[in-house]
């Protein structure tokens, strides 16, 4: 009987994330189609703000895509932040040719500041327009990208909108650990709750991607009040709503592509960075634990265990035929939102079908850095602590 009842909260474990994924995934896609709207958007100027340290890799092709934009009126600022590289040479190379790019130099970087809000509120005071569309060095944009997220805000009415970009991955730790990012959003963030309220608990975003209205950023405190955080994407949302201002997200899987790490160290390093900002904290840690284990992991390992003493036994009847039908469906259920997610945001087929043991290993890396974070050891990240 207690195996019986294990096996039944394991289905409700798997059951849950994968319907509030189905449900999810609906009011994730991108709202406007409009032409009208559309239209008035191309008509809003904005400013494109690019903290870069160390892109010499990634920064002219994304430079290269925002010039080709079809956007009426915007500008493109990027500020160096100290790179240690080629990006000033790169940029301003990109900058001669295409007016449009301005190259700035970082004011340096003052005590209890993280390095990259502080290279994003030093380009909201340079910034022209009310429109402010942070962006990572390594995303590229689609022509009509800038009109189509302008188009999203003032759909959304939100002050502050986040897209979630194509995540390109090429080893297989980026195809097992990337798409994780869409799992834990999409499978526990109630959407239609988080339209609906300005409660710091369902703040979310990506950081690769944030259009803010300037106004609500500055009343927010915009990056000053995130300036010691690693995690923009969590952080800069609660900021908002905090001071009583909504905050969205939408699928940018068509308009933005990026890609973040290259190797298993960098996505292990990325992943442990603001862990502890995130699911790695004492609060969260335990529960998340479980409803990930409990939901993805445990019913696979659980499945086989029971299917060959069910073989050993010859007992196909009764409880055990129960408890595997059960756990089969546990099984299914917990794969089902990896499926979707590989079909709708183009991810690794191999990361779907490995998913228990990316979760297993995402989990691993939450309790990693959670004991890091008592033991008082840092990431480093782009040579900083």
């Known amino acids: 009987m207690i195996f019986l009842l294990t096996c039944i909260l394991i289905s409700v474990l798997a059951l849950l994330p994968a319907a509030m994924f189905i449900k999810n995934l609906r009011d994730f896609q991108p709202a406007c189609n409009d032409p009208e709207m559309l239209q008035r958007a191309s008509q ?112 959304r009415q939100a002050p502050l909108v986040s897209g979630f970009p194509l995540q390109e991955t090429g080893t297989i730790a980026e195809k097992m650990l990337i798409p994780m990012m869409h799992y834990i959003l999409l499978g526990f963030l109630p959407i239609d709750r988080m339209r609906h309220s300005t409660e710091v608990g369902f703040a979310a975003g990506c950081g690769q991607l944030f259009l803010a209205m300037k106004p609500q950023y500055m009343q927010a405190g915009g990056h000053r009040a995130i300036a010691a955080s690693r995690h923009d994407g969590i952080k800069l949302p609660r900021a908002f709503r905090q001071a009583g201002f909504k ?108 998913h228990p043991a990316s979760v297993l290993w995402f989990v691993v890396l939450q309790w990693r850095a959670l004991l890091r974070s008592l033991l008082r050891i840092k990431t480093p990240w782009r040579g900083r602590l």
């Open 44 to 155: 809003i100027p904005l400013s494109v703000l690019i903290p870069a340290r160390n892109e010499e890799l990634s920064i002219a092709a994304a430079l290269e895509a925002l010039v080709a934009s079809t956007h009426r009126e915007f500008e493109i600022l990027v500020l160096d932040d100290a790179s240690e590289d080629n990006t000033i040479s790169i940029v301003a190379g990109k900058s001669a040719q295409f007016p449009l790019i301005q190259l700035h130099r970082s004011a340096g970087l003052a005590e209890g500041w993280n390095g990259k809000q502080n290279a994003c509120w030093q380009l909201a005071q340079l910034a022209k327009y009310d429109r402010l569309l942070f962006l990572d060095a390594d995303v590229r944009l689609s022509k009509d990208a800038l009109t189509r997220i302008v188009a999203e805000q003032e759909l």
């Open 247 to 354: 905050t969205d997200i939408f699928d940018a899987t068509d308009v933005a592509k990026c890609r973040m790490y290259t190797s298993l160290r960098q996505v292990q390093q990325g992943l442990l960075k603001n862990a502890t900002e995130g699911i790695a904290n004492p609060k969260l840690i335990v529960p998340f634990t479980v409803l990930l284990l409990g939901g993805s992991v445990v019913p696979v390992c659980l499945l086989a265990w029971q299917t060959l003493s069910c073989w050993r036994n010859e007992a196909w009847s009764g409880l055990p035929l129960v408890s595997l039908i059960l756990l089969a469906l546990a099984t299914v259920l917990g794969w089902i939102p990896r499926f979707l997610a590989q079909r709708t945001f183009r991810q690794s087929l191999l990361g779907a079908l490995a």
